[in-house]
């Protein structure tokens, strides 16, 4: 049996082929020193942008490729097959912050920023989440205050993906201290010229080793007025409402990309492995649990091409995406359970592919809105 996803072309299947060929055979290899270093190089964001794998979906007077979401998802997933260390890190710059500056900033926004995302010379991140809470987006309390041509940013932010390398990060903050969501504003904060931004040190966390996690700090961080995203205050919360969808199905492709890869080398396994005088896929026990996690794969394959269709006609809804990201997540975590157990004492050892998808699969349920907020989510459309 053999499926294709319905989004995919000769085109793409062109630039997957190459792509996937220069991740295994010229990045991959670094993939230990940057899970020891806490942080992927400079270098392989370059190398990413030269192979059009940055921003793909950009239009080609940005320097992107003029592509789809389909693109943005086809990287995903061979990052996540190939190199699962780059695929968070490239997932929010392409499938986050990139977005934010095309759908919401001003042409001369989008001069300035897409091309060097597209290249690699900027690195995005974006700044949600604070150490009050992460959840409830409209309790945020960084705020921005307007000061001539400029605003002073005053708060912190945590967990911010990509926080120690950044050279470009969204900020969300409060710019009317009276309004609720409607006082949200995102500020495009470079660090480079934002005298008052510091960077705290790159947080230990279980998994997800090659991949920096930051907290901000804004101390009368200088933003000028002209990097308020769209050029008009308020819309921040709305800007994070239209394009959470968008991250929230960028999750469920690494998700299931995960789930097929973890299927795949956990047969491999069980074909090789030996015991009681045969290999371990020939008890039936090894073949049922592979059985299962094969079919539910396929089945959230599936779900997922009928949301990444949606995306490309920019049809995706909020309760899809939400659907999406909760269930393919809670399912990863479960494969990654089962295979992990079929690998014996292996499977808990750091060199083992599965011992580092396992707990790598744990943040997917939390980060782009817990699976219960998105449980919410979908409650409301009941
Ligand atoms: C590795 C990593 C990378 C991350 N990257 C980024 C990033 O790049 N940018 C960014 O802005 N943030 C990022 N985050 C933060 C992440 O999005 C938040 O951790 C997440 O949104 C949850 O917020 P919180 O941690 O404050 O938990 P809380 O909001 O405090 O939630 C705690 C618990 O309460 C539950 N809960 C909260 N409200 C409700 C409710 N109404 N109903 C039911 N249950 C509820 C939650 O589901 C959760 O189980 C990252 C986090 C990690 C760990």
Not at 67 to 74: D, M, P, Q, R, S
Not at 205 to 221: P, Q, R, V
Not at 276 to 288: C, M, S, V, Y
Not at 329 to 356: F, P, V
């Amino acid at each position: 049996m053999s499926y294709r996803s319905s989004w995919m072309n000769d085109d793409l299947d062109i630039f997957r082929e190459t792509f996937r060929r220069y991740l295994s055979t010229t990045l991959s290899p670094w993939a230990q020193k940057w899970r020891a270093d806490k942080m992927i190089d400079k270098e392989a964001w370059l190398a990413l942008g030269e192979m059009g794998a940055l921003c793909p979906d950009m239009p080609e007077e940005y320097g992107g490729l003029g592509g789809t979401f389909a693109h943005v998802a086809a990287v995903i997933e061979d990052l996540e097959y190939e190199l699962p260390e780059m695929a968070l890190p490239v997932a929010v710059h392409n499938a986050i912050v990139a977005q934010y500056v095309l759908h919401f900033g001003s042409h001369e926004q989008k001069q300035r920023w897409i091309p060097g995302l597209a290249s690699g010379q900027l690195i995005g991140a974006i700044a949600m989440t604070e150490p009050g809470g992460g959840s409830d987006l409209r309790a945020l309390r960084t705020r921005a205050t307007r000061e001539g041509n400029a605003y002073a940013l005053n708060g912190s932010k945590t967990f911010i993906t990509n926080g120690q390398i950044a050279d470009l990060v969204i900020v969300a903050a409060k710019t009317d201290l009276e309004q609720g969501t409607k006082g949200i504003s995102l500020l495009m904060v470079e660090a480079d010229g934002s005298d008052g931004f510091r960077r705290g040190k790159n947080l230990d966390k279980i998994g997800m080793h090659a991949s920096d996690t930051s907290e901000l700090f804004f101390d009368n961080a200088f933003v000028p007025a002209e990097n308020l995203l769209g050029g008009q205050e308020g819309q921040g919360f709305y800007q994070m409402m239209e394009l959470l969808p968008k991250e929230r199905l960028a999750i469920a492709v690494s998700a299931v990309a995960s789930m097929e890869r973890m299927v795949q080398i956990t047969t491999d396994y069980a074909k090789e492995r030996n015991a009681f005088g045969k290999p371990i896929l020939e008890f039936q026990n090894t073949a049922f649990v592979l059985a299962e996690r094969k079919s539910e794969t396929l089945i959230a394959r599936v779900f997922l091409d009928w949301c990444i269709e949606r995306a490309i006609r920019g049809e995706l809804d909020q309760v899809a995406a939400s659907i999406a990201k909760y269930w393919t997540t809670d399912k990863q975590c479960e494969t990654a359970d089962e295979c992990l157990q079929l690998h014996g004492g292996y499977g808990y050892m750091d060199e083992y592919e599965i011992g580092r998808r396992y707990v790598d699969a744990r943040i997917q349920r939390i980060y782009g809105g817990t699976n219960e907020i998105m449980k919410l989510l979908i409650a409301r459309s009941l």
